[in-house]
């Protein structure tokens, strides 16, 4: 089967760096996606990682070790709008798409 | 831009009864992925179609079915509803096919489904 692991909260202040961090475990294992999910809201595509190293996207970057089975999330420059849910998930051949448990943001001012 | 479309936003219905969600992928999108969340919860897949036809199935009830019709969009339809059924329920839509790694999945509003 497929699992994955997050921490279940981060608190950090406006302006700081914060990493969240996701480990998986699955069979087939084709790459590892990051989503945001506000209160109330949809979930929204972050990024992708299916190499090894950090892909940037403005104030955010996603790191994956395909030899770790692990990857992280680096939010930059953190505003009060970051406030969110942020789930890993895992795409696998043959498998079906798996969100981690989820990591609830709360950036103070 | 267009978006994924769901219907109805919400959605109150008594136990035992049945519900039918609707959602209308972004246009062009092959594959449409429909989930369950309830609060303070990941989403939980449910089914998956590309190209109209059911790709994966995930932790679907067998009290609910889901189809893909002919205009790509897909109906959800939810049996005999319990209290536990009372969730979120997003459907998503992508341009990959079942197959292809790089999943970026766009997902529309939800349906805030209550069973009293």
């Known amino acids: 089967g497929q699992s994955l692991e997050q921490p279940s909260e981060v608190t950090a202040v406006e302006g700081a760096i914060v990493q969240i961090n996701c480990t998986y475990q699955t069979s087939g294992f084709y790459g590892l996606s990051w989503y945001q999910q506000h209160d109330g809201g949809a979930p929204t595509f972050l990024s992708y990682n299916a190499l090894d190293g950090l892909e940037e996207t403005g104030r955010f970057s996603s790191f994956l070790s395909r030899s770790d089975s692990y990857g992280y999330l680096l939010l930059q420059e953190l505003q009060m709008k970051d406030s969110a849910s942020y789930f890993c998930a895992v795409s696998s051949y043959g498998q079906n798409f798996v969100f981690g448990p989820g990591t609830r943001l709360s950036v103070l001012p | 831009a267009a978006g994924v479309i769901q219907s109805p936003r919400h959605l109150i219905k008594e136990k035992r009864e049945t519900a039918t969600l609707k959602c209308y992928p972004i246009?062009?999108?092959?594959?449409v992925y429909w989930y369950q969340q309830g609060p303070g919860q990941d989403p939980q897949f449910l089914i998956s179609f590309y190209e109209k036809m059911q790709s994966d199935k995930g932790s679907i009830p067998d009290r609910f079915s889901a189809q893909q019709f002919s205009d790509y969009h897909s109906e959800l339809n939810m049996s005999s509803l319990e209290l536990g059924d009372s969730a979120l329920y997003f459907c998503?839509?992508?341009?990959?096919?079942?197959?292809?790694?790089?999943?970026?999945?766009?997902f529309g509003p939800g349906t805030r489904l209550t069973v009293l």
């Open positions: 998503a839509s992508s341009t990959q096919g079942r197959t292809s790694g790089y999943n970026e999945q766009f």
């Open positions: 246009p062009r999108h092959d594959t």
